[in-house]
């Protein structure tokens, strides 16, 4: 079993910053990548950015330039790191453990809500 705990969110001004958390705990052997993913009221969740256990790191395009997925190791955490912010990111935002051989895992999620 893994567990995640997500943080961070909250309201910011279009133009601002979060930055949000992701603490894994558990079986975090299993977890061969960490990702975040939102999901806006009517939408689909939707992927957002990605980062192996190698490091590489994939984005949405909408993202790109503008978020940074980050990890610790040490502190078995992921970060997302959000500038330039706008309207069309609030959502709720949940972190996610790529498992392989067992049933991903999925975080509670945490409010951004940037108003337009």
């Known amino acids: 079993q893994v567990q995640l705990v997500e943080s961070g969110g909250g309201l910011v001004q279009a133009g601002g910053s979060l930055r949000l958390s992701c603490a894994a705990s558990g079986n975090i052997f299993s977890i061969n990548a960490m990702a975040w993913y939102r999901q806006a009221p009517g939408n ?8 192996t256990n190698g490091g590489s790191t994939n984005y949405a395009d909408s993202v790109k330039g503008r978020f940074t997925i980050s990890r610790d190791n040490a502190k ?3 970060y997302l790191q959000m500038n330039s912010l706008k309207p ?20 509670q999620g ?7």
Request: charged share 20%.
């Open 76 to 78: 078995n955490t992921v």
């Open 110 to 116: 945490t409010q951004v809500t940037v108003p337009s």
């Open 44 to 51: 689909q969740r939707e992927l957002v950015a990605r980062i």
């Open 88 to 107: 069309e990111a609030t959502a709720v935002y949940y972190c996610m453990a790529d498992r392989p051989y067992s049933r991903d895992a999925w975080g």
